[in-house]
T-cell receptor
């Protein structure tokens, strides 16, 4: 079945460091890919998305490129801030689902940024 | 983006009682709503999918008699945890979608059963 695998955390970085969180997926068809962020004590927020191969999603300095050949959607940011500390979820929508937007999530990666 | 409001954000209840969680789409018609639960330090697991006016479809391993889902209107779905026990303590979150478009998530409800 469809699934998402992302790197385990926690990831701890110093402020202004470069961030990569790896994500790979398995899917039949052509899913859309997402990164969601969950700040402490809050619900999920969509961070960015890409709907087809070679698309790049970007938001708040974060980027991820939909790589069909490697089935990957790695999240990157050139210079992280303390306020980026959160849990990040890679996800895809199930293209075989008859209705809308069944989202399949990865296990989440907790990111902590040191001042 | 569209707004999905979930209420309450936190609830503490006694073991054996029932708790109702509401999920509302504020500015669009949610033809489909999804309910997830998240255990500490784990990912979100889909519990069930509800389409307006139809019975919910539950994922394997989710007890439909324990987690009652009602999607009576295009803007409201409710999840009732019946006869709650401490092991039901979790973070419950809903998402709503209008006709094959992007799903938007509520803020989540942290349930603690004591």
């Amino acid at each position: 079945g469809n699934s998402v695998t992302q790197m385990e955390g926690p990831v701890t970085l110093s402020e202004e460091a470069f961030l990569t969180i790896n994500c790979t997926y398995t899917a039949t068809g052509y899913p859309s890919l997402f990164w969601y962020v969950q700040y402490p004590g809050e619900g999920l927020q969509l961070l960015l998305k890409a709907t087809k191969a070679d698309d790049k999603g970007s938001n708040k300095g974060f980027e991820a490129t939909y790589r069909k050949e490697t089935t990957s959607f790695h999240l990157e940011k050139g210079s992280v801030q303390v306020s980026d500390s959160a849990v990040y979820f890679c996800a895809l929508d199930d293209p075989g689902y008859s209705s809308a937007s069944k989202i399949i999530f990865g296990s989440g990666t907790r990111l902590s940024i040191r001042p | 983006g569209a707004v999905v409001s979930q209420h309450p954000s936190r609830v503490i209840c006694k073991s054996g009682t029932s708790v109702k969680i509401e999920c509302r789409s504020l500015d669009f018609q949610a033809t489909t709503m999804f309910w997830y639960r998240q255990f500490p330090k784990q990912s979100l697991m889909l519990m069930a999918t509800s389409n307006e006016g139809s019975k919910a479809t539950y994922e394997q391993g989710v007890e439909k008699d324990k987690f009652l889902i009602n999607h009576a209107s295009l803007t409201l779905s409710t999840l009732t945890v019946t006869s709650a026990h401490p092991e039901d303590s979790s973070f419950y979150i809903c998402s709503a979608s209008e006709q094959n478009t992007e799903a938007f998530f509520g803020q989540g409800t942290r349930l603690t059963v004591v």
